[in-house]
């Protein structure tokens, strides 16, 4: 089966702590997306790769790091700098970056809670 | 900056009701417009797309959406709603930057069908 998967599904974090929030996907696509879903605010952007070896910041990238060096994999850290990181993570992925035209299809979420 | 809003936070509607969804983007180029839904418990998937030709987009169950390029807006449109409509409904948009496709999501409007 393709498709897109997030690990683990819940995750607890001790304030102060970092964490990596896994994706991976075998779809063979090139671009990966990380968004932020907060209740009333949508997806918000946090990073994006177009291409291995390669990642943009998006809207809310302050807290975060990632990195790529698979082409299948783009795992999020989420640092004790994130002001406020308990939130649901959606990881997405798309055929090309490059162009306008790809839907992105998305993983199941990993629901982030600092206690 | 590029922003996408979506009005209807939080619609109720009987079964057989008409159902129009509002979505309007701020930005002024060339865009690819989405509409993607999340059902209860499961991934964000696509409804719909935009990208030239035809402004009336016809998706999955029944949904379409008319782009009107004139007032910035890809409202999304089903005749008759069934229970199983319930979901979230999110309206994005996507431009190419600078190479990079760059998405925009809406803030989301949660349905409620009512049997």
């Known amino acids: 089966d393709g498709g897109i998967t997030q690990s683990p599904k819940y995750l607890f974090r001790k304030e102060g702590q970092n964490v990596t929030l896994s994706c991976e996907q075998n779809?063979?696509?090139?671009?990966m997306y990380w968004y932020r879903q907060d209740p009333g605010q949508g997806l918000r952007l946090i990073y994006y790769s177009q291409i291995v070896n390669d990642f943009q910041k998006g809207d809310i990238a302050e807290g975060y790091s990632v990195s790529r060096e698979k082409k299948e994999s783009f795992p999020l850290t989420v640092t004790s700098a994130q002001k406020n990181p308990t939130a649901f993570y959606l990881c997405?992925?798309?055929?090309?970056?490059?162009?306008?035209?790809?839907?992105?299809?998305f993983g199941p979420g990993t629901r982030l809670t600092v206690l | 900056a590029q922003s996408v809003s979506q009005h209807n936070h939080h619609v109720i509607l009987s079964e057989a009701a008409s159902l129009e969804l509002g979505c309007n983007y701020s930005?002024?180029?060339?865009?690819?417009l989405f509409w993607y839904v999340q059902y209860p418990g499961q991934h964000l998937q696509l409804l719909l797309k935009?990208?030239?030709?035809?402004?009336l987009v016809k998706g999955i169950k029944g949904f379409e959406a008319e782009f009107i390029k004139s007032k910035f807006s890809f409202n999304l449109r089903k005749p008759s709603v069934q229970w199983s409509d319930t979901a979230e409904y999110f309206c994005?948009?996507?431009?190419?930057?600078?190479?990079?496709?760059?998405?925009?999501f809406g803030t989301g409007t949660k349905l409620q069908v009512i049997p």
């Open positions: 930005y002024g180029g060339t865009v690819n």
């Open positions: 994005a948009v996507n431009k190419n930057s600078g190479g990079y496709q760059k998405v925009t």
């Open positions: 935009y990208f030239s030709g035809d402004p």
């Open positions: 779809l063979n696509h090139d671009a």
């Open positions: 997405a992925s798309s055929i090309e970056g490059g162009g306008s035209y790809n839907e992105q299809f």
